[in-house]
């Protein structure tokens, strides 16, 4: 199983950026996916997932602001970004709760995607 993440750039604060994420492969399903960040030695944190049945999660720093969208079934993710501040600044993370045909989809699986770079400029 792959993710595959696109949509990184630089932006000015208050501007608008859209992330996108799909998992390919073969014999699994998603659990959920979502996005994490993590900027300079700070932590990896979450920042929005979105649940097989469509429910979505958001760090209480992004709420408001941030959308995340899509359909696991559909094995894509959305990360809609506005009005973004200099603090979002962070290598964004697809993360795919994964299911595997090899383990009867019983046991989940942690997968990442390739991070992408955003940049926010004040």
């Known amino acids: 199983v792959q993710l595959q993440a696109s949509g990184g750039g630089l932006v000015q604060a208050g501007g608008s950026l859209r992330l996108s994420c799909t998992a390919s492969?073969?014999?699994?399903?998603?659990?959920?996916m979502g996005w994490y960040r993590q900027a300079g030695g700070n932590q990896r944190e979450l920042v929005a997932t979105?649940?097989?049945?469509?429910?979505?999660h958001y760090a209480d720093s992004v709420k408001g602001r941030f959308t995340i969208s899509g359909q696991t079934a559909k094995n894509t993710v959305y990360l809609q970004m506005n009005s973004l501040k200099p603090e979002d600044t962070a290598v964004y993370y697809c993360?795919?709760?994964?299911?595997?045909?090899?383990?009867?989809?019983?046991?989940?699986?942690?997968?990442w995607g390739q991070g992408t770079q955003v940049t926010v400029s004040s």
């Open positions: 993360h795919g709760d994964v299911l595997l045909a090899a383990t009867d989809y019983e046991i989940p699986y942690d997968y």
């Open positions: 979105l649940s097989s049945e469509g429910r979505p």
């Open positions: 492969g073969s014999a699994f399903s998603l659990n959920s």
